[in-house]
T-cell receptor, first 113, second 113 residues
Framework: AQSVTQLGSHVSVSEGALVLLRCNYSSSVPPYLFWYVQYPNQGLQLLLKYTTGATLVKGINGFEAEFKKSETSFHLTKPSAHMSDAAEYFCAVNGGSQGNLIFGKGTKLSVKP | KAGVTQTPRYLIKTRGQQVTLSCSPISGHRSVSWYQQTPGQGLQFLFEYFSETQRNKGNFPGRFSGRQFSNSRSEMNVSTLELGDSALYLC????????????FGSGTRLTVV
């Protein structure tokens, strides 16, 4: 069965510092992996995705993630945090035969001035 | 182009009542999926409709149902509301039902009192 674990329900960084949000997955099928961002009272916006091909994926707003099969990880990074990055971030994996997404519990990112 | 539109944005209902939520997908998209988001359980898949047929279903009781119309608009219905049904309900549309093509709406916030 597919599952996603996000380490750290809350991460706090200073503006300009590195952002690192951790995601580990378990999948019995070749994984499709996603990072979504959610601002308060909003839906989910796709940041980036890995389906096949290059394991380093670049997304919107300066975010990137690297698919590491040996570590079953898909961590999200951004070199320099901005105040506008404060939001909740969700990692997700394809749900196999159900054709849906399995989400992690989310990581709330705070950015201190 | 217009995004995914969910109505209403906010809803307050009383225990035991029923509720209907609406989702209008992006023009040309034939698949609509529904997710429930709660603080305790996170994001969970409800069901997916494709060309008016329910194609996949999550692990929710029969009180949760849905349908899709010929114009791809979808509704979900929850009967005999319980306090635990309070949640943000998100729908996502995609052109052909593939999860890597999801676009989410802003959600309907349902509060059951």
């Amino acid at each position: 069965a597919q599952s996603v674990t996000q380490l750290g329900s809350h991460v706090s960084v200073s503006e300009g510092a590195l952002v690192l949000l951790r995601c580990n997955y378990s999948s019995s099928v070749p994984p499709y992996l996603f990072w979504y961002v959610q601002y308060p009272n909003q839906g989910l916006q796709l940041l980036l995705k890995y389906t096949t091909g290059a394991t380093l994926v670049k997304g919107i707003n300066g975010f990137e993630a690297e698919f590491k099969k040996s570590e079953t990880s898909f961590h999200l990074t951004k070199p320099s945090a901005h105040m506008s990055d404060a939001a909740e971030y969700f990692c997700a994996v394809n749900g196999g035969s159900q054709g849906n997404l399995i989400f992690g519990k989310g990581t709330k990112l705070s950015v201190k001035p | 182009k217009a995004g995914v539109t969910q109505t209403p944005r906010y809803l307050i209902k009383t225990r035991g009542q029923q509720v209907t939520l609406s989702c209008s997908p992006i023009s040309g998209h034939r698949s609509v999926s529904w997710y429930q988001q709660t603080p305790g359980q996170g994001l969970q898949f409800l069901f997916e409709y494709f060309s008016e047929t329910q194609r996949n279903k999550g692990n929710f009781p029969g009180r949760f149902s849905g349908r899709q119309f010929s114009n791809s608009r979808s509704e979900m219905n929850v009967s005999t509301l319980e306090l635990g049904d309070s949640a943000l309900y998100l729908c996502a549309s995609s052109l052909d039902g593939t999860i890597d093509g999801y676009t989410f709406g802003s959600g309907t916030r349902l509060t059951v009192v």
